[in-house]
C-alpha cells in the first residue's frame, strides 16, 4: 500500500489500515500485519511497511524459482508457495481440465512475492 493511499486511509478512519494478503483458494486469508506488541522490555514486531505480514498459525510458506522448482532463500524473488489447514484441495470437476497448482503438497499461487529474513511476505505481482 502506498504512503499515500495508508495516510488518507487514516485521515478518513483514524486507524492504519491492516495489509494482508490471500487468495480464494486459501480461504482465502494467508499472512496479515499486525499490531506490534510490547509487554515490558519484551516486543514482538507484528507488522511491517510494505509487506503483508507474517502467515497466519498454522499456515507455511516458500518462494520458489519458477523455472526450476527449487526453494530460494529469503530476500529473492519468485513463485509464492503456501501450504496449511486453510489451502484447497484442488478444483472442483476440473480434473484433468487445468493445470496442477500442487508441487509437492504445497499450492503454487503464482504470484511473485520474497520472505525477508523476519519472515515477512512481500506480494509484488498477483496473477
Given at each position: 500500500?502506498?504512503?499515500?493511499?495508508?495516510?488518507?486511509?487514516?485521515?478518513?478512519?483514524?486507524?492504519?489500515?491492516?495489509?494482508?494478503?490471500?487468495?480464494?483458494?486459501?480461504?482465502?486469508?494467508?499472512?496479515?500485519?499486525?499490531?506490534?506488541?510490547?509487554?515490558?522490555?519484551?516486543?514482538?514486531?507484528?507488522?511491517?511497511?510494505?509487506?503483508?505480514?507474517?502467515?497466519?498459525?498454522?499456515?507455511?510458506?516458500?518462494?520458489?524459482?519458477a523455472?526450476?522448482?527449487?526453494?530460494?532463500?529469503?530476500?529473492?524473488?519468485?513463485?509464492?508457495c503456501?501450504?496449511?489447514?486453510?489451502?484447497?484441495?484442488?478444483?472442483?470437476?476440473?480434473?484433468?481440465?487445468?493445470?496442477?497448482?500442487?508441487?509437492?503438497?504445497?499450492?503454487?499461487?503464482?504470484?511473485?512475492?520474497?520472505?525477508?529474513?523476519?519472515?515477512?511476505?512481500?506480494?509484488?505481482?498477483?496473477?
Amino acid at each position: 500500500m502506498s504512503d499515500e493511499s495508508r495516510e488518507a486511509f487514516f485521515a478518513k478512519f483514524g486507524i492504519e489500515p491492516a495489509e494482508g494478503y490471500g487468495r480464494p483458494e486459501c480461504a482465502p486469508i494467508v499472512s496479515l500485519n499486525v499490531p506490534d506488541v510490547a509487554h515490558g522490555k519484551e516486543r514482538q514486531t507484528g507488522s511491517r511497511r510494505g509487506t503483508t505480514g507474517h502467515p497466519l498459525p498454522g499456515i507455511s510458506l516458500r518462494i520458489i524459482d519458477a523455472r526450476t522448482g527449487a526453494t530460494l532463500p529469503p530476500g529473492t524473488d519468485g513463485v509464492l508457495c503456501v501450504r496449511g489447514p486453510n489451502v484447497m484441495m484442488g478444483y472442483a470437476g476440473r480434473a484433468g481440465s487445468a493445470p496442477d497448482p500442487f508441487r509437492d503438497g504445497w499450492y503454487v499461487t503464482g504470484d511473485g512475492a520474497r520472505l525477508d529474513d523476519d519472515g515477512f511476505l512481500t506480494v509484488y505481482y498477483s496473477r
